[in-house]
T-cell receptor, first 112, second 113 residues
Framework: GENVEQHPSTLSVQEGDSAVIKCTYSDSASNYFPWYKQELGKRPQLIIDIRSNVGEKKDQRIAVTLNKTAKHFSLHITETQPEDSAVYFCAANLYGNNRLAFGKGNQVVVIP | DAMVIQNPRYQVTQFGKPVTLSCSQTLNHNVMYWYQQKSSQAPKLLFHYYDKDFNNEADTPDNFQSRRPNTSFCFLDIRSPGLGDAAMYLC????????????FGPGTRLTVL
């Protein structure tokens, strides 16, 4: 199976509501979990990351939670705005090193 | 704020005609990566360099090669492009081989006719 699986594939939310994207991973050695945002025609940009020594990290409207036992991590976006519309990729490093395996991406659409 | 630069942004080649994509960086990062991203799919790591050490992914086809003549530049060579190689090719860099943020370039979209 895939190293990193991401659900749902598309998500539409009303402006101001919260959006949650979930990812699961298979490699027990993974200890770094970044989230990238990719707007149409632009490069992926890191928005938040978490290492395995913490369970949660927050940066303004964005938060990530990690459950190492269950091997899943989630991205939470609160008070969504139209500029949050993009494709979001989760990733996990393979074998505890710098090689990243990406999820298939999630298209988030924020409806004004 | 271009820190990872890819040229050209769009490349058209013919089936079987060798093509080279280039990436340069102003960050002085030790590690450079090449990813292939097909439409509506995740970026897939092809290989990476830690300094001059080349690290190939096990499932990267032999058709794909890479060169890194110095810290700033890295090239992706596709020896005999097939229709299935049409994709966005993303270059990325990171400071060290340990866990570190990867900075992506804008990508080169390759079309194979």
């Amino acid at each position: 199976g895939e190293n990193v699986e991401q659900h749902p594939s598309t998500l539409s939310v009303q402006e101001g509501d919260s959006a949650v994207i979930k990812c699961t991973y298979s490699d027990s050695a993974s200890n770094y979990f970044p989230w990238y945002k990719q707007e149409l025609g632009k490069r992926p940009q890191l928005i938040i990351d978490i290492r395995s020594n913490v369970g949660e990290k927050k940066d303004q409207r964005i938060a990530v939670t990690l459950n190492k036992t269950a091997k899943h991590f989630s991205l939470h976006i609160t008070e969504t705005q139209p500029e949050d519309s993009a494709v979001y990729f989760c990733a996990a490093n393979l074998y505890g090193n710098n090689r990243l395996a990406f999820g298939k991406g999630n298209q988030v659409v924020v409806i004004p | 704020d271009a820190m990872v630069i890819q040229n050209p942004r769009y490349q058209v080649t013919q089936f079987g005609k060798p093509v080279t994509l280039s990436c340069s960086q102003t960050l002085n990062h030790n590690v450079m990566y090449w990813y292939q991203q097909k439409s509506s799919q995740a970026p897939k790591l092809l290989f990476h360099y830690y300094d001059k050490d080349f690290n190939n992914e096990a499932d990267t086809p032999d058709n794909f090669q890479s060169r890194r003549p110095n810290t700033s530049f890295c090239f992706l060579d596709i020896r005999s492009p097939g229709l299935g190689d049409a994709a966005m090719y993303l270059c990325a860099t990171s400071r060290e081989s340990s866990i570190d943020e990867q900075f992506f370039g804008p990508g080169t979209r390759l079309t194979v006719l």
